[in-house]
């Protein structure tokens, strides 16, 4: 099963949540729940957290599957 893996990345980058919110448009608390795995974003709130962090969307994914 594929893991949201978007706090590890944003962390990896050097970004803060609230440098994140403020270039990728997505509320801080939306980014946190994503973070947290209390919500499953959507695929145009995930697209907006991968431009905000200069990331290709799949890396935003782990998975236990090579």
Do not use: W
Not at 21 to 27: D, F, L
Not at 46 to 58: D, P, R, S, V, Y
């Amino acid at each position: 099963m594929a893991k949201i893996i978007v706090k590890e990345v944003r962390e990896k980058k050097n970004y803060t949540l609230r440098q994140l919110t403020m270039i990728s448009g997505v509320s801080k608390s939306t980014i946190s729940k994503v973070e947290n795995g209390k919500c499953s974003p959507t695929l145009d709130a995930l697209e907006k957290i991968a431009i905000g962090l200069n990331a290709h969307i799949t890396e935003l994914f782990e998975s236990d599957y090579k």
